[in-house]
């Protein structure tokens, strides 16, 4: 059974910072692209970032560049998210995702985690 569990939300005030994790287990996901994904009420789901499995390809949302740093470690086969200078907008339930290609964690991952929500307050 795959399973992606995250964990990291909370509250934070503006300019604060967060970290979210998103554990993987149930298959191979150490060479799975990876991949964070967010959706504010009211809007759709949108792609944040994404990680290829050897960390060479990596994509942000013009949103958040240089805010926004994603990584992974595959020994632990984790994806972590760290969140820098939060805005208001910044506000969402934040799922992680897998995919088996770096294109295909970007438009159709197949692997949802149960999400976390981020609230920043202004």
């Known amino acids: 059974q795959v399973q992606l569990v995250e964990s990291g939300g909370g509250l934070v005030q503006a300019g604060g910072s967060l970290r979210l994790s998103c554990a993987a287990s149930g298959r191979t996901f150490s060479t799975y692209a990876m991949g964070w994904f967010r959706q504010a009420p009211g809007k759709e789901r949108e792609l944040v970032a994404a990680?290829?499995?050897?960390?060479?390809?990596?994509y942000y949302a013009d949103s958040v560049k240089g805010r926004f740093t994603i990584s992974r470690d595959n020994a632990k086969i984790t994806v972590y998210l760290q969140m820098n200078s939060l805005k208001s907008e910044d506000t969402a339930v934040y799922y992680c995702?897998?995919?088996?290609?770096?294109?295909?964690?970007?438009?159709?991952?197949?692997?949802w985690g149960q999400g976390t929500q981020v609230t920043v307050s202004s």
């Open positions: 990680v290829s499995w050897k960390s060479i390809n990596i």
């Open positions: 995702a897998a995919g088996p290609s770096f294109s295909t964690v970007k438009t159709a991952p197949g692997y």
